[in-house]
């Protein structure tokens, strides 16, 4: 076995916490039960990695193997990556019959006929989640193992998500092959950043709690009375004010739990509108002025501003819009009359 | 030779400033158009808002003047009560179709109900805005359902037909989904492992054998279903490895002519029942 392969495979379990090492190990599926058995998961790590490497060496592991355990880590511990979304388009009206097969074939063409050194490996998870792994190489270095890029694909959507390795120069490769892979003729990035991958997909594949009005036939209930406070004794005194921003809040939040976000960012080019005796800037420029928004949970803090008193309802569509718009990067310019154009208003 | 560099470059420059020049013109003309197009629209809706209201004031002057030729006016207020039982008749109607939808003056929210074999399946949602023209607002359709193709085509044209046919890509989607998974919930012993299967569930393949027949799975089905409407297969191909005896190969064509005209988990219902 490579000794690269094999350092490769110690610091990849070296990563895992301990008492992650068997089920990760269980779910690469490279060892078997019985050679398992035979490890010892209450050492310290370092031995642990050691014996690991040791039975990979007997079962003969190459890069290949090694890189399916590292996306098994990196499918688990997701939420550890920053992750972009990326949308593709195509003009044609033609049917889709995805072949994961075709797919696998066009894109590991694609890059290879690009730079021979790279490797490429696919897994597959339920829900047509296809996971791709690239480590880059150049044509005079094999690739860098440790900084390799990861694609998270959806049969049949136009929607890519991607966690790029710091070694960004090969991301359009990356995009090249993909639009080869899936019959789309163009992608472009989409302002919409996270690290929480599977708040990203809710956003755009649509599955957070949207409350959408529709139609029943029976009559609605009757509204639900109160339940009367057990104490007669404590009267809301703003009661109706409540019951109005909460109407509102669910109006726009819904039920459901929110999508995660970390943060939003809203880049200002607006003009600063000031007292015209009070003449602050010479130059009549736009005044230049970043806003970011940080939370670990950004949408579930910005649902409960309004119930805490924190904000007026409704809360500003620029905030609300996010989930809706699938983007949490925003360049809001000044209004040039009633036609919006191509930036943000709300 | 350097003097022949510099000509090189000053043309190259110019060439760039050119194709600069030329992307902002394009550019403006662009935005020029969009807002040429806004602003049609919304004429076109301030005339037909005009022709509504003339025919108004017609209809009310026809009224007067009509009066003595109606027999017995029906009271407005049966008149109302007639409409809204219509109205009521009309949308549940529509719900037992599976559409349904609820108007607000901003916007109109349709809900497409799926089922298949008479089992109830899969809500969508559509939020369509009504002015300055219409256009979705909001949605919870899948991406892999075509919706943007669907809506180009018919949206603005007949609305009706738009929601049709977006209804029996749901339908026959969530379909091939269900008998996918009766399959797999009831057969998982005759099928190696898992089928392979995209998205939309247009394009099955799997390695199955008959339980107690033989250990392996000398039978490898593909499906492919070419109409997005339809949940039944287009296309089946069931095939046998070259050096199958005779009876195995004539089986996996008897197979292949069952899962072309049967739903799949039915058409293996058959086969156990045939054994």
Known sequence: ????????????????????????????????????????????????????????????????????????????????????????KKPGEELEYFDITDFKKKFKGRLRSALKNVTITFKEYEDNEIWIRVAWGTPYKKPNQYKPSYVVYHSQTPYVFISASVLKSNLPLLCQALIVASNYHDIREMELRSHSLNSLQDIVFKRYSQNFQTYSPKP????????????????????????????????????????????????????????PKMDVLDKKEPFRCLVKFSSPHLLESLKSLAPAGMADAPLSPLLTCIPQKARNYFKIREKKGFFPGSFVSP | ????????????????????????????????EEKLAFLKARAQELRLLRDELRDKVEQQEKVQLGKEGILSDPSPRAVLEWKIRSLQNLLQVFHLTGISGKLSNRSACFSIHTAYEGFSLDSFHLELLLRPGLRIQRHSIPAFIPLEQISRKLLHSDLRSFLDLLSRHLNAFVGRRHQLELLQEHFSDWIQGTPQRNSLCNLLSFQYHIPGKSRSFPFQARLLYGDPCRSLPTEVTV??????????????????????????????HSLKSME
């Open chain 1, 1 to 88: 076995m490579d000794e690269t392969v094999a350092e490769y495979i110690r610091r990849t379990v070296l990563k895992m916490p301990r008492n992650e090492i068997k089920m990760m190990l269980q779910k690469w599926g490279f060892l078997s039960e019985a050679q398992l058995q035979t490890l010892n998961f209450h050492q310290i790590k370092d031995n642990i990695s050691q014996d690991v490497v040791q039975l990979c060496e007997v079962n003969s592991a190459d890069i290949k193997q090694a890189a399916v355990l590292d996306i098994i880590y990196n499918h688990i511990y997701q939420h550890k990556r920053m992750w972009s979304v990326y949308q593709m």
């Open chain 1, 220 to 275: 609605p209930q009757g509204r639900n009375a109160e339940a009367e406070s057990a104490d007669l004794r404590i009267v809301q005194e703003n009661k109706s004010e409540k019951e109005r921003i909460h109407r509102l809040n669910w109006e726009v939040f819904g039920d459901g739990p929110q999508p995660k976000l970390e943060f939003a960012q809203y880049m200002l080019e607006t003009m600063f509108k000031r007292d």
């Open chain 2, 1 to 32: 030779d350097f003097r022949a560099f510099p000509g090189v470059l000053a043309h190259l420059e110019m060439l760039e400033a050119r194709a600069r020049r030329e992307a902002v013109q394009q550019e403006e003309k662009e935005k020029w």
């Open chain 2, 239 to 268: 095939s046998c490895s070259p050096d199958a005896p005779a009876p195995l190969a004539e089986a996996a064509s008897a197979h292949s002519e069952l899962l072309r005209n049967t739903a799949l988990h039915r058409a293996f």
